[in-house]
Nanobody, 127 residues
Framework: QVQLVESGGGLVQGGASLRLSCVAS????????MGWFRQAPGKEREFVAA????????TYADFLKGRFTISRDNAKNTVYLQMNSLKPEDTAVYYC????????????????????WGQGTQVTVSS
């Protein structure tokens, strides 16, 4: 089992930045990739970004247009999501997820590929 705990969410004004963190514990040696997803009120959860646990492969949702950056610190078992130029439409609960079975070359973008999930952290962006 892998446990995930997110932090760093909050209330900010449009244009501001936030950095989310996700600390993994447990069987972290089994993790292949980690991802961030988000769910806005009344909407389905959607993919934001993902990163391979080893190497440097990353992938992002097209709608981000370079505003967010995913990174990791393996020594701290932590994945980060740096969010810049935040917009009100970025308001959502942000979830961290971990995958231990996917064998593709890049980190997966599909929600179903991730077995472990954190509890989520709320990000609210005011206009």
């Amino acid at each position: 089992q892998v446990q995930l705990v997110e932090s760093g969410g909050g209330l900010v004004q449009g244009g501001a930045s936030l950095r989310l963190s996700c600390v993994a514990s447990g069987r972290t040696f089994s993790v292949n990739a980690m991802g961030w997803f988000r769910q806005a009120p009344g909407k389905e959860r959607e993919f934001v970004a993902a990163i391979r646990w080893s190497g440097s492969r990353t992938t992002y949702a097209d709608f981000l247009k370079g505003r967010f950056t995913i990174s990791r610190d393996n020594a701290k078992n932590t994945v980060y999501l740096q969010m810049n130029s935040l917009k009100p439409e970025d308001t959502a609960v942000y979830y961290c997820a971990a995958d231990s079975t996917y064998s593709g070359s890049g980190p997966p973008r599909e929600e179903a590929k991730y077995e472990y999930w954190g509890q989520g952290t709320q990000v609210t962006v005011s206009s």
